[in-house]
């Protein structure tokens, strides 16, 4: 163990120089930080600060999206500068409130921006589609001559990238500007997000989660201190962020997007079991749509053979229901957590107010083998018993987390030798034909289903995954979206009836399930496909848009 990198003071020092990487200029005031105690919604400090201009605020209002802002920049209505400016200075307040940034290296976005703005001043040309657009990325995803870690102390002297990620690169190269990198949990498995970093909160009610492992992207989105954020998803870790912020995501189907995170960076390196993939985390349904467009227009494959060659396909989808109509299926509960009661009143809300644009077929769908793949997921994350996970901790002798022991511990957790392993790969491939099979009986072209058992949890008890885990162990797209609605004590309140639980994790959430800690969360839904009908989940949620904001 290098005596530079001993806990807790590797830790200690690492914060330090973040903290003191915000600029002088930006830095909040004791007094003003203490107008937000635990629970507050911070969504207006921007504003309240002082520290930005009324055109900076309407750039970076979460209701201005990233398309909005690259029209600006190309009608000449704000420059790159202007635009970077304003997203580092609610950067920087959204950090100080949330904990939501691992690395600020503001400077060399500014010094980017700058000459986007003069090769469009001098040529009249843009650099690409995403000239001058402040982009956020994930702590693990690699970014030329920046650090990355997996959520480990031990990972600050190792984990330097030499080039930008690949699929950075595709953003880079269309004109993007990076300007920051975002938190993650300890070992990259948590649905919060905590580790020597610190804790991320969430910018509706900082007494609740900010959802994981992309909880820093997550926070910052929803805050406004970015237009556009990059992260990655394993077992629901851009849903998860995404449905408890209040924003958009799409987690693709594996091997449509070139890997973005730094060899390494993962919890059990080399262990292919489940696939990560990244994706974006943005406004809107739009913004998804332009990223997907941008990434795959380059053909990403021809320079990745592990990519399947397929193109973003723009084409309007034939609906199987009665007169073109999309059939929607709707899991009201995966047969294993019955979702908390602000859950289940979004998704009542949601299908009802689908069922009145008379454009929907819609019908139950039956959650077969759900308990089966969520088990199955458990199993696959830490082939090796977590072991890796304990060594990249005892590297500098920190301690895990909570919620890092709980899921290494899970009971499908084991050391298994090869065979083992191969034996339960066969096992996955098996339980995911008969899903595959399952799926194709119920005969719908889109999964209307929770993203979550709750809203928004209270700070590291988010324990159960499988509203998200389940679509990455049989690898079917999944976006998640806001309903416009917002958990509320008065109309949620605490089941009243007894009923046996389903299972422990069933037990778990009916029993920490309070309506007053939960209050004004944002209300999220998910949308799911089947493998590779990226777009038709994509076109489907355009549809159910229509409807959005729902209102209580």
Known sequence: MSSLLEWPQVARDVVAEREA????????????????PAGSDVLDAAAASGLMSEKELQLTDPSNDATAI?????????????????????????????????????????ARAKELDEYYEKTGDLIGPLHGLPISVKDHLGLKGKRATGGFSGDLDRLISTEHAPVNQIL?????????????????MHLETHSFWGQTLNPHNTGLTSGGSSGGCGALVAFGGSPLSIGTDIGGSLRSPASCCGIYTLKPTTKRLPSNSLRGCSSVPGNEAIIATCGPLARSSRDIVLFFQVI?????????????PLPWKPEGVRWSGSGGKIRLGVMWDD????????????????????????????????????????????SLYFTDGGASVRARAAATGEPLCDLTEWVITLPGVKDRSSHQLWELLLERDALRAK????????NIDVLLCPAQYGAAQPLQTTK????????????????????????????????????????EADAYSAAIYDPLLSNNAPLSLQLVSKRHADEVVMQALQEIETVLPLRD
Request: hydrophobic share 45%.
């Open 21 to 36: 990487s915000i600029p002088a200029d930006l830095r909040l005031s004791p007094e003003f930080v203490a107008r937000y």
């Open 70 to 110: 690259l029209s600006a920049i190309k009608t000449k209505n704000a420059t790159a500068v202007e635009v970077l400016t304003a997203f580092m200075k609610r950067a920087a307040i959204a950090h100080q409130l949330l904990c939501c940034l691992t690395q600020v290296f503001f400077e060399e976005g500014l």
């Open 172 to 188: 880079w190269d269309a004109g993007c500007v990076f300007y920051c990198k975002t938190t993650l949990p300890q070992a990259i």
């Open 296 to 308: 795959l227009k380059v053909q990403p494959w021809l320079q990745n053979m592990s990519l399947v």
């Open 335 to 378: 047969g294993n957590v019955l979702p908390q009661p602000p859950v289940r009143r979004a998704l009542n809300a949601m299908v009802a107010a689908l069922r009145k644009t008379g454009n929907f077929d819609i019908m139950d769908y039956n959650p077969k083998y759900h308990q089966e793949l969520t088990v199955m997921a458990q």
């Open 435 to 442: 899903y595959y099979l399952h799926w194709n009986t119920q």
């Open 464 to 503: 159960y995954w499988g509203y998200t885990s389940v679509f990455n162990c049989v690898d079917f797209p999944a976006a998640v979206f806001p309903t416009g609605l917002k958990a509320n004590a008065s109309l949620d309140p605490k089941d009243s009836d007894s009923r046996e639980p389903w299972s």
